[in-house]
């Protein structure tokens, strides 16, 4: 499973964000739309995250939203000088009670803690289904 460690709430500029965001980060007053909209990219992930079928998002060490993956995708460049090409876009649904990993894991204490890393990986069965590669 894929984990995010999100900061604060940061405002952006729209024009140069690859994303087109008007901000990043958590805040209580967005909603789970808001939320996703502002953080499923722009990640720098590894291979492992191709298999991936889930992502939780976290703040303060709680676990905020789950996420199921229907793609990752290589973030597409504003700035034709951005050299940066290692950073992708987790494309998915947002989970809501009644899915094992929503019940498991949103709002209670996050599952990783103490990372440097915003993104991490933890190995986390909770469905019992194979990750999205098929094994």
């Known amino acids: 499973m894929i984990h995010i460690t999100l900061g604060p709430e940061k405002l952006m500029d729209p024009k140069i964000d690859d994303l087109g965001r008007d901000r990043v980060g958590f805040s209580e007053s967005m909603s789970e739309n808001a939320l996703y909209d502002a953080n499923h990219g722009t990640w720098v992930l ?68 103490g990372v440097r890393n915003p993104v991490t990986y933890f190995d986390a069965p909770v469905d019992g289904n194979p990750c999205r590669c098929g094994c």
């Open 46 to 113: 590894g291979p492992r995250a191709q298999s991936e079928r889930f992502a939780l998002v976290t703040f303060h060490g709680i676990v905020r939203q789950a996420i199921e993956i229907d793609s990752i995708e290589k973030v597409t460049k504003r700035d034709a000088n951005d050299t940066r090409d290692d950073r992708s876009v987790i494309n998915g649904r947002v989970l809501h009670t009644g899915h094992p990993v929503f019940d498991t894991y949103v709002n209670k204490t996050s599952p990783v803690q």
